[in-house]
Nanobody, 124 residues
Framework: QVLLVESGGGLVQAGGSLRLSCAAS????????AGWFRQAPGKEREFAAAISWSGSSTYYEDSVKGRFTISRDNAKNTVYLQMNSLKTEDTGVYSCAAGLGVVGGRREDEYDYWGQGTQVTVSS
């Protein structure tokens, strides 16, 4: 069992930055791939970024490439999403997820555990 708790969301102006954190319980978290998904108001949840269990491989949705960076610290059981040059269209609820059988990490059904999410609001 893995429990995920996100933090770091908030209100920021366009062009600003935020760093999201996803703290995981469970001694085996280092074996799980992790991902960040986001859901804008009135839209379906979509993939943002993913990272392999070792951190050696990362994947990004095209609209966040070059602006977002996913990383992890397995000693701290934490995955991060550094978001720079934020745009109003980045507004949404950001959720982290963890899974053992993840390949690429773009599909929600690859993940076994989900956090509750943290709100990110980017104002113009």
């Amino acid at each position: 069992q893995v429990l995920l708790v996100e933090s770091g969301g908030g209100l920021v102006q366009a062009g600003g930055s935020l760093r999201l954190s996803c703290a995981a319980s469970g001694r085996t978290f280092g074996s799980y791939a992790a991902g960040w998904f986001r859901q804008a108001p009135g839209k379906e949840r979509e993939f943002a970024a993913a990272i392999s269990w070792s951190g050696s491989s990362t994947y990004y949705e095209d609209s966040v490439k070059g602006r977002f960076t996913i990383s992890r610290d397995n000693a701290k059981n934490t995955v991060y999403l550094q978001m720079n040059s934020l745009k109003t269209e980045d507004t949404g609820v950001y959720s982290c997820a963890a899974g053992l059988g993840v390949v690429g990490g773009r599909r929600e059904d690859e993940y076994d555990y989900w956090g509750q999410g943290t709100q990110v609001t980017v104002s113009s």
